[in-house]
């Protein structure tokens, strides 16, 4: 009996120790496999949220190569997607709220930790300018809705009709589908972040959206907020977020992982454990889409989601090229 129990207490605790090394395998090759991509992109680097990120990263590699501030990088690199009627979620061409009404929202960080954010901005091209323009121009960090509006105009910004053709059509097709309720679903989710190291190591990070579709009027995600859609501190690295704005909200989540960062976890982990956070604490996290990107001041990176399906572009020394992220679900 004793040979027996000693023989059985063996097999487990070999079978044990196999599992925890396996794990530990898998886990020591996927920070290699992040380490290795992050050593081949030293240098000015740039991130950004999904594959329209290609394009803006093009657009902020030119001012960091060019030996350009990565404030002045991550404005021009969003402005491009800001400006692209082909996307239906940021800038021109987003689809609008419930009531018909394309507002915007963006905020922009500098490494110094100054900030700038607008919220349910309409008729202006490019909110992540204004927002630039709150962050420099202004005491404060954030203007809304008419007084945003104001104040753009009063800038020099000029006021234009951002609902395009395709977005009245999509919108017209919707209120007669969906009862005039706004959804979210993990199909409903896109955002560009951005966050970028310059050439003298200095950080900078941006967000810019149209928000949630058919939205209720005056609705705002966490793409303005200072610590939810997107934050930076240039002693530690910058953090953004895409996808369900009010479930980043709710655990502060770029904000999360740059402190998470500042304790000693990697990027990675700490995009993982924004993400489990969410995968506690909200219970329909299967409805919906959120992902993170990190980036560390000494170049390293990580990206994780709570779906399959989520991307981000980086671009640097090696060129710029489109990952998939990993994901929780």
């Known amino acids: 009996m004793k040979r027996r129990h000693f ?26 496999s992040i380490r290795a991509m ?18 803006a990263n093009d657009a902020a590699w030119k001012v960091l190569n060019a030996q350009g501030s990565a404030l002045d990088a991550v404005e021009q690199g969003v402005i491009v997607t800001e400006a692209d009627p082909n996307v239906s979620s940021v ?19 500098d490494a110094e930790g100054r900030a700038g954010s607008v919220g349910c901005l309409e008729h202006i091209m490019h909110p992540i300018s204004v927002a630039r323009r709150v962050m420099e121009q202004t005491p404060h960090v954030m203007l809304v809705g008419d007084g945003a509006l104001r104040f753009a ?23 007669k589908e969906s009862g005039y309720k706004p959804i979210i679903s993990v199909h409903n989710h896109d955002t560009i972040g951005m966050i970028a190291i310059d050439a003298q190591g200095q950080m900078a990070g941006a967000c810019t959206t ?43 989540g770029s904000a999360l992982i740059v ?24 219970k329909d996290w299967q409805d919906f ?14 990206a994780y989601a709570l779906q399959k399906g989520f991307q981000f572009a980086l671009a640097g020394n090696q060129g710029n090229v489109l990952h998939d992220s990993a994901f929780g679900a």
């Open 259 to 282: 402190e998470l960062m500042r304790q000693g976890r990697s990027p990675q982990e700490a995009c993982e454990e924004a993400i489990k956070r969410i995968m506690h604490k909200q």
């Open 210 to 252: 149209s928000g949630l579709a058919w939205k209720i009027h005056g609705r705002v995600g966490d793409s303005p907020i200072i610590g939810a859609g997107m934050f930076v501190d240039n002693e530690v690295g910058g953090a953004c977020a895409t996808g369900k704005g009010e479930s980043v909200m709710r655990i502060a």
């Open 91 to 109: 800038g021109y061409g987003g689809f609008p709220d419930r009531d018909g009404r394309v507002t915007l929202d963006a905020s922009i960080m």
């Open 7 to 32: 023989l059985r207490s063996t097999v487990l605790t070999s079978s044990a120790t196999l599992s925890l090394h396996n794990s530990l395998l898998a886990a020591k090759a996927k920070s290699s």
């Open 153 to 175: 105009l009063d800038q020099g910004f000029t006021k234009t009709d951002l609902l395009t053709k395709e977005a009245r059509d999509a919108w017209t097709k919707w209120k």
């Open 289 to 302: 889409q959120v992902g993170f990107l990190a980036l560390r001041r000494d170049g390293e990176f990580g």
């Open 38 to 55: 992050s050593d081949s992109a030293k240098g000015p680097i740039v991130i950004s949220t999904w594959n329209h990120g290609l394009a």
